[in-house]
């Protein structure tokens, strides 16, 4: 794969009261916590999976 070794960074920005449980459970997997958390992490498909159901929520920060 091309991008391998490469990091993302997400960031919450937006709260998760109003959400479904299973949008909670993802940003819980992903690390993410607070409003303005961010965590940086590695660039893989089933992170962007859980970025592209969290669409709303998140902001990526490469």
Do not use: C, F, W
């Not at 109003?18 to 992490?41: C, D, F, I, M, P």
Request: proline share 2%; no cysteine.
């Amino acid at each position: 794969m091309a991008n391998e070794g490469k990091t993302i960074k997400v960031r919450l920005v937006k709260g998760l009261r109003g959400t479904q449980s299973r949008h909670r459970l993802s940003v819980k997997a992903l690390g993410l916590g607070k409003l303005n958390s961010v965590r940086e992490l590695k660039d893989s498909p089933q992170v962007r999976g859980l970025i592209n159901q969290l669409h709303y929520l998140v902001r990526v920060e490469e």
